[in-house]
């Protein structure tokens, strides 16, 4: 999910940009933070929307940076479990799919790909072994999301699932909701 959030914080503006306008030294300084942090209560930044609003000027002796308290927004991706996300396939491993999120990579276990002994073939890709299904990297999928971990704020784990009926790759969403009269569904 993307949120639109305000933030409140004091900025710091070193003093070789004391010579550009103060809201661009500032948003310049709040990019330069935020943009990419990652956070378990914020989720990932995106980007620095905008300025609401910016407070007079501090300085403290012995940094020669001015603080400015300043409210501005920001555009963060933040999951959340059970959320139904689309994605693509980035790529395949024996043990599953990484599939692309938004900004960031989930994976997929062999196991949560689909109800079927699932094998993994030599041109990367998963084989339902009875329903003869078949995923491969750039196929678009729908899945859930059953697991978070920012234990590594620096790369956060995201575990999905695409074992339920309107969940997994667009083409079986379809074939379940569009059954093919007289024979097995691909």
């Known amino acids: 999910m993307f949120y639109k959030t305000l933030i409140k ?3 710091m503006v070193q003093p ?3 010579g550009k306008e103060i809201k661009e030294a500032i948003t310049g300084e709040i990019k330069n933070q935020y943009e990419g942090f990652i ?5 990932i930044v995106i ?3 905008s300025i609401k609003s910016i407070s007079e000027g501090r300085l403290i002796p012995g940094s020669g940076a001015a603080f400015y308290e300043t409210e ?3 555009l963060a991706f933040k999951p959340e479990i059970q959320e139904v996300i689309m994605g693509k396939i980035k790529d ?3 043990f599953g799919a990484f599939i692309t999120l938004g ?3 989930g994976m997929i276990h062999i196991s949560q790909t689909m109800d079927d002994f699932v094998s993994f073939s030599k041109e990367k890709t998963l084989l339902g072994k009875e329903s003869k299904k078949g995923l491969k990297v750039l196929d678009k999928c729908k899945a859930r999301l059953i697991a978070i971990s920012y234990k590594d704020l620096t790369n956060p784990k995201f575990g999905l699932t695409m074992r339920q009926k309107g969940i997994g790759k667009i083409e079986w969403i379809k074939d379940d909701l569009f059954p093919k009269k007289g024979g097995k569904n691909n």
Request: hydrophobic share 40%.
């Open 9 to 11: 914080d004091h900025i």
């Open 16 to 18: 070789k940009n004391f």
């Open 39 to 43: 956070s378990k209560d914020i989720g």
């Open 47 to 49: 980007d620095v929307s």
């Open 72 to 74: 501005f927004y920001i």
């Open 92 to 94: 395949m491993a024996d």
């Open 103 to 105: 900004p960031i990579e």
